[in-house]
């Protein structure tokens, strides 16, 4: 069982800004092209994506290049980082960084979402999936379902796949011998 998870091109967004919910188009310098080339005789069966504009540019590239409808899915949104939102990293208080290092699970910026939150959405669409999805989503959320569809632990503080990236992942069988016969 077979998924394709692509991350959204880059954007303009300045360096070092906090970015999770905010709605961001793509940025001029994304390659649509060599983001979908991982998808090259993929047995693609449904199209999903985070609403947001820069994930929603590339879903309807691949959504004109495969025919699938695109499918918006809130789940599929970025964490929340509340207050955080636009903020420069460097302004959000070193204490509360250090809380959320230490705490990736349980810790919630003021107005956001905790990790536990965002892998429990997570686990949510994750159920209802079925071979051949593709899913263009933001970095928190594809390190997320990869752990998830290949039955690894998640690690909220693990680094986000690059940009521009499509990733096959395969479910493992349940036990030995499953997919035989």
Partial sequence: MTYALLRHLPTDIAPGLCYGRLD??????????????????????????????????????????????????????????????????????????????????????????SGAALVARLRDFQAELRPGAIIVSHGGPLKVLAALIEGRPVDLLAPAPPMGICRIHRRPPLCQGAEEG
């Fill in 24 to 113: 961001l188009p793509p940025g001029a310098g994304g390659d649509t092209a060599a983001a979908m080339a991982g998808l090259a005789g993929f047995p693609a069966t449904a199209l999903f994506s985070s609403p947001a504009r820069r994930c929603m540019a590339l879903a309807g590239a691949v959504s004109a290049a495969t025919g699938l409808p695109v499918i918006q899915d809130a789940r599929l949104l970025e964490l929340d980082f509340g207050a955080w939102e636009g903020q420069p990293w460097d302004a959000v208080p070193r204490a509360a960084l250090d809380a959320w290092a230490a705490d990736p699970w349980g810790f919630a910026p003021p107005g956001g979402e």
